[in-house]
């Protein structure tokens, strides 16, 4: 009988490398888990985060999700915003069927009415209906306006720092005005995808710190989306501040000037890019990758800029200013010029962290990462994490962007 083993087999080569058999991969849950009781869910609760801009939080009241929790947003009649856990306190409907009212919102179910620091202030099946008990009070957090923005402050009540101010955002200059997004579109005139974006907030949170995407996708691989300067491979430095890092990405430009472009991160999620119209000088906005749940995010930013007479920004310039609308595009159009929404949500909801291969250009996200597990550590240890204040005098976070010409 012969034998089914070929042991006269002529040598063959064997693939390398092919995906059969590869290990489950995983992602960095410390980084990217955001709920009550994580590491970085504790982080990100020590600071004021944007929930949304102020003239989106208005007297109807709206669901609001935000660091996995989700909560009622709704402003006053008097005009002071709220954020309540959404669950009545008394028989557990949702505020967000409540109406508002000139001090607080009502539930519609019993007609409770509660203030926007969650105090109860009415009972109107109760004996006496304005007789409430101090212990009834619906959950809430702290929340304060700035900057075109609502902010909350969802950590330990003794921890609360004072809201920050950034110094590229004041002063204010004549005929400027704040101009705040919470609909992750504003950086890119319409280009970046959905108001919350179906992924996790690092993604957006390593795009900042990573200079040479700026190379590829936005201007040789999908076309200028912003200005043809940016065709010019950087010669990049990364540095360490104060709380966060900054990137100095040097040019030498065709018109023989030198431009060395600055952008500048702060713990845990603050960005402040340059003018990507490449103008002289220090950005006039900032921008937030705000965590929703562990697999979705909202981009906020605030600028100061002067309006046009009818309230519109100007428009900047850019060559993405020119393409469809994000919502508009074919699969096959972003395939063709993908930006920022494509290659982020390509990553998937929650990018598998184990199989990444960190190369010299990735300096920058691999020190926002450890920047970041620092700050998670002394948070564990019972200390305040870097960039928080707790007097006013204290409360301005400097920021060194800009666009620094020379040549
Ligand atoms: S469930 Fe809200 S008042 Fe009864
Ligand atoms: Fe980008």
């Known amino acids: 009988m012969a034998s089914i083993v070929e042991t006269d087999a002529p040598t063959r080569e064997i693939p390398q490398g092919t995906a059969y058999g590869r290990p489950l991969q995983q992602p960095d849950a410390a980084l990217t888990q955001v709920g009550p009781g994580t590491p970085m869910g504790e982080l990100m609760r020590r600071y004021w985060q944007p929930v949304l801009a102020s003239r989106n939080v208005t007297t109807r009241p709206r669901e609001v999700r935000i660091l996995g929790e989700d909560l009622i947003i709704f402003r006053n009649g008097e005009g002071q915003p709220g954020l309540l856990y959404p669950r009545c306190m008394h028989r557990g409907t949702s505020l967000i069927w409540g109406?508002?009212?000139?001090?607080?919102?009502?539930?519609?179910?019993?007609?409770?009415?509660?203030?926007?620091?969650?105090?109860?202030?009415?009972?109107?099946?109760?004996?006496?209906?304005?007789?409430?008990?101090?212990?009834?009070?619906?959950?809430?957090?702290?929340?304060?306006?700035?900057?075109?923005?609502?902010?909350?402050?969802?950590?330990?009540?003794?921890?609360?720092?004072?809201?920050?101010?950034?110094?590229?955002?004041?002063?204010?200059?004549?005929?400027?005005?704040?101009?705040?997004?919470?609909n992750s579109l504003g950086s890119?005139?319409?280009?970046?995808?959905?108001?919350?974006?179906?992924?996790?907030?690092?993604?957006?949170?390593?795009?900042?710190m990573d200079p040479f995407h700026v190379q590829v996708l936005h201007t040789t691989f999908s076309g200028t989306q912003f200005v043809r300067e940016f065709a010019v491979m950087p010669t990049v430095e990364f540095e360490e501040i104060d709380g966060g890092v900054i990137y100095k990405a040097h040019r030498d430009l065709e018109d023989g000037r030198h431009v060395n472009r600055v952008s500048t991160w702060v713990t845990p999620n603050v960005m402040c890019v340059p003018d990507v119209a490449m103008r002289p000088g220090r950005p006039n906005g900032i921008g937030f990758s705000v965590p929703v749940d562990d697999s979705h995010s909202r981009i906020l930013m605030c600028m100061r800029t002067s309006l046009t007479p009818d309230g519109r920004r100007p428009m900047r310039g850019l060559e993405a200013e020119k393409f469809k609308p994000w919502h508009q595009r074919t699969v096959e159009e972003r395939q063709d010029q993908p930006g920022d929404y494509e290659a982020q949500a390509g990553q998937g909801p929650i990018s598998l962290h184990s199989e990444e291969h960190l190369v010299t250009s990735d300096k920058g996200v691999a020190m926002q990462r450890r920047a970041l597990r620092r700050a998670m550590d002394t948070v564990a240890a019972g200390g305040h994490p870097p960039g928080v204040a707790f007097d006013d005098a204290d409360a301005t976070i400097h920021l060194p962007s800009g666009n620094y010409y020379s040549g």
């Open 99 to 182: 109406h508002v009212e000139p001090d607080g919102i009502r539930c519609c179910y019993h007609g409770w009415k509660f203030a926007v620091d969650g105090q109860c202030i009415e009972q109107p099946c109760e004996p006496n209906p304005h007789l409430c008990r101090p212990e009834h009070r619906q959950p809430w957090y702290p929340v304060a306006e700035r900057y075109g923005l609502v902010w909350a402050y969802m950590g330990p009540p003794e921890r609360m720092p004072v809201l920050p101010r950034f110094d590229s955002l004041e002063p204010l200059e004549e005929g400027e005005d704040y101009l705040a997004f919470d």
């Open 188 to 208: 890119h005139g319409d280009m970046n995808g959905p108001d919350v974006v179906p992924y996790s907030w690092l993604h957006m949170n390593d795009n900042v």
